[in-house]
């Protein structure tokens, strides 16, 4: 019964973290994301990041991702959008359909770091760091809790004087 147990929890998908446990041995220790910010210096390492997509868009060779960077718990989920740090490019070779990789959508990637891309954001220059995707994880959507609704009852509402009858004849209001 013990070994049934073992091999159920074993199994279960909620444990698995993101990505592989390959590309984790090879990362070795987390670089914080404003040493990427800062220049070409971890050019060729691999990372782990993660964020909310804020756009999507195919070219020729592939796809681009642009990514509000955030934060990663325990299971390389991305945390809050206030925590940002700034912003990241993701590229892969693969074709990823803008719809699927929408706005606001949780995805944690695994890559190399290619170096960074300045480009134009509002009035000023931002320098991207660019990842080249080796492993790409999207988020499921979380769903919405609504409060079941319960329909409006007035708390001194008294059916009795909506009636016709009343018990005081001469009673008029």
């Not at 998908?13 to 404003?34: D, E, K, L």
């Not at 480009?119 to 919405?144: C, D, F, H, M, S």
């Amino acid at each position: 019964m013990f070994l049934l147990v073992l091999l159920a929890l074993g199994a279960y998908p909620g444990c698995a973290s993101v990505p592989s446990r390959q590309f984790r041995q090879q990362v070795g220790s987390p670089i914080p994301f404003q040493k990427l910010l800062e220049g070409n210096a971890h050019v060729g390492e691999r990372v782990i990041l993660g964020g909310y997509i804020l756009g999507t868009v195919n070219e020729p060779d592939g796809t681009r991702i642009t990514v509000l960077q955030a934060p990663l718990n325990s299971r390389n989920k991305p945390k809050s959008q206030d925590l940002s740090q700034g912003r990241f490019v993701v590229r892969t070779e693969q074709f990823l359909d803008p719809e699927i990789y929408r706005k606001d959508r949780k995805l944690t990637v695994g890559g190399e770091v290619l170096g960074a891309s300045p480009q134009p954001l509002g009035n000023r220059t931002y320098r991207y760091p660019v990842i080249k995707a080796e492993e790409l994880y999207l988020w499921p959507k979380e769903p919405r809790y609504t409060r079941p609704y319960y329909p409006y009852y007035d708390y001194w509402y008294y059916p009795r004087h909506h009636y016709p009858y009343h018990p005081y004849p001469w009673y008029r209001w």
